[in-house]
């Protein structure tokens, strides 16, 4: 026994163990450590102390509960005290402009942890070094965050959410001073100022004195009015919104979305969307879903289909519930609901937005549509590209994830360019270059908009889908992914393509369908390339490689950052005309076929399949 508490016998645990009960002033977090201790829980103690929660570019994210590895407290201490000093090592100014934190709504009794404590905690820091921080008074939506960052001028912005992951989870998400999400290097830089700044300082804990601080701002009322303010000059329809007789229903999954969905379709002068009762405000137990993500479909969205199939209503409208993202689902005159893909949304709106600013341009939009982009990852539908090819703006894909399409925008807003869209294939969507991310509010209030206008043309979503791909060509995607736990295996698969032929070199077919192109973003290779190197940036850390093949198919295979997965992404992109959606799906489906015995080979790999795919 050592000051009060019994050894485990493993001194490198023990001495985390010894550290962290030094540290941590949460009750129950730090009793829980000891009943551990006490009750001899080797392995739930080596997973709470084994490694310490990885800061990246997406922040950390990992499950509330107490230990080095957990969002608690403590953890969100050191990791505010950590951003703190790089702030203040990039920043000779933060001490005049600030930083905003936000949260969502998620709880954990057990631990004592919520969002809005660990918002308060990251506050108290900040206000402790003599920092401005704008912290709002109730929960929010993601993209409130990186708008107050953009609007105010501030050096960055915190926001505490796990968005869509199950109830146990925690995040803290970071933006810089451009209002876009972090890129490297700055992940490296904070993590290594977060190591540096393990021990808490002794006002970091004191969230009641910081309460009282003149440095602490809440921005709720002013930002929530200037944000909707800053989306109506997306609406382009007011009078037509007003008479609208659609019925829209819409759900916030448990999380935060209710309040604000409602505040922007009033904005836009719509009607106000059917709210799913059951499920319109928060509840960290997110009770009447298995997974709070929209993504998943029919399952979270029956509640919403009951209602709609109740009032005769037509679509959904579902937020994730932090608020970023957005689905949508459409029923068929069949009476059964088709929900959208990502991509399929991705052309719908990317065509609605295009639609609008050709209404907006007064003059010659010839000459002005050589400044306008829109922007895609790298893994989501060349559906934009086609649209773009015809029309005239520019296309520019980016690697996985809306930091890179948020600080590709920004600097081609800083160049006097439009930016009028990017999306993602994972339903994340922005609209207006007044959130440097993914906005699930201001994009649902544009898809109403779009939904009214179709109406009085008698046409649907699903009608205007088929529109597109009549004109711009059809864009059938696959997606899927196997489960690995073997990092070398995984390793093995990569580096048997990179040398298939021989040394350095990449499959030139696969099983009769000729490959026209290969790009490596793990070793910086590109064939299409004068000087076969990649554009995008490289990451040796990743697995990432795309194949285009000479039948208009595209295929990217990837490791997952967050989980034991290969994941592959497929795409069909047909001359327009070529509407034969059997043929076109057939041809799609042997691709993959051939893709998956071919370069997956998952019975010598010993690969597991995507559960009921």
């Known amino acids: 026994m050592e000051n009060g508490v019994e050894t485990t016998g493993d001194v490198g645990l023990d001495s985390a163990i010894k550290q962290w009960l030094e540290f941590d002033q949460n009750a129950k977090t730090a009793a829980r450590v000891r009943e551990m201790v006490k009750d001899g829980a080797l392995d739930e103690l080596r997973k709470c102390f084994g490694a310490r929660m990885e800061f990246g570019t997406a922040g950390l994210r990992a499950a509330m509960g107490p230990g080095v590895s957990r969002m608690n407290d403590l953890t969100i201490i050191q990791t505010t005290q950590g951003f703190c000093r790089y702030l203040e090592r990039c920043f000779a100014d933060l001490k005049e402009r ?302 996985t994830g809306f930091k890179w399409m948020g600080n590709r925008a920004k600097q081609l807003l800083d160049q006097g360019k439009t930016v009028l869209f990017a999306f993602e294939e994972a339903i994340g969507y922005m609209c207006s270059p007044a959130v440097l991310d993914k906005d699930g509010v201001s994009a649902a209030a544009i898809a109403g908009e779009l939904i009214s206008y179709l109406a009085t043309k008698s046409s649907s979503l699903s009608q205007q889908l088929k529109a597109i791909y009549d004109e711009y060509g059809y864009h059938i995607t696959k997606n899927s992914y196997f489960i690995c736990h073997d990092q070398n295996t995984i390793k093995q698969l990569f580096d048997r393509l990179r040398n298939y032929e021989g040394e350095n070199s990449y499959p030139k077919g696969c099983q009769g369908f000729a490959i026209s192109a290969v790009r490596d973003l793990t070793t910086g290779y590109d064939s299409n390339q004068p000087d076969n190197k990649a554009i995008l940036p490289t990451s040796k850390s990743s697995q990432m490689i795309t194949f285009t093949f000479a039948n208009g198919g595209v295929a990217t295979m990837r490791t997952s950052g967050t989980e034991p997965k290969i994941k592959y992404y497929t795409e069909l992109c047909a001359a327009p005309g070529n509407s034969d959606l059997t043929q076109l799906n057939a041809e799609l489906d042997n691709l993959v076929d051939a893709i998956v015995e071919n370069f997956f080979q998952p019975e010598k790999n010993n690969l597991t399949p995507k559960p009921d795919s």
């Open 98 to 399: 600030g930083v905003v934190v936000g949260f969502d709504a998620r709880e954990h009794t057990a631990s004592g942890g919520s969002s809005k404590r660990f918002a308060s905690l990251a506050a108290a820091v900040f206000t402790s070094r003599g920092v401005p921080v704008y912290l709002f008074s109730a929960f929010t939506p993601t993209p409130y965050v990186p708008f107050t960052v953009s609007h105010l001028g501030l050096c960055a912005g915190i926001m505490v959410t796990a968005s869509h992951n199950p109830k146990q989870d925690n995040g803290y998400k970071v933006y810089w001073e451009n209002g876009a999400q972090i890129i490297p290097p700055h992940d490296k830089g904070i993590a290594a100022a977060i190591e540096e700044s393990l021990k808490p300082w002794p006002e970091s804990w004191d969230t009641n004195t910081a309460s009282k601080s003149p440095l602490l701002k809440d921005p709720y009322q002013d930002v929530h009015r200037e944000y909707l303010q800053a989306i109506q000059q997306h609406c382009l329809h007011r009078e037509l919104n007003k008479c609208s007789e659609v019925k829209i229903v819409h759900t916030s999954v448990h999380g935060v979305g209710h309040v604000f969905v409602q505040a922007a379709f009033k904005a836009f002068d719509l009607k106000a969307p059917y709210a799913v009762e059951e499920q319109k405000d928060p509840d960290p137990e997110f009770p009447t879903v298995e997974y709070p993500n929209p993504e998943e479909g029919a399952g979270v969205l029956n509640l919403s289909f009951a209602l709609a199939d109740r009032e005769g209503a037509t679509v959904v409208l579902a937020n994730d519930p932090d608020a970023d993202r957005l689905a949508i689902a459409e029923k068929q005159p069949s009476g059964e609901w088709r929900v959208f893909s990502g991509n399929e949304l991705g052309a719908l709106l990317g065509w609605w937005v295009f639609q609008c600013w050709k209404q907006q341009q007064k003059g010659d939009s010839k000459a002005a549509v050589k400044d306008v982009y829109m922007l895609a990852s790298t893994v989501s539908s060349k559906i934009l590209r086609a649209i773009a090819l015809k029309e005239g703006f520019h296309f520019e894909e980016t690697l």
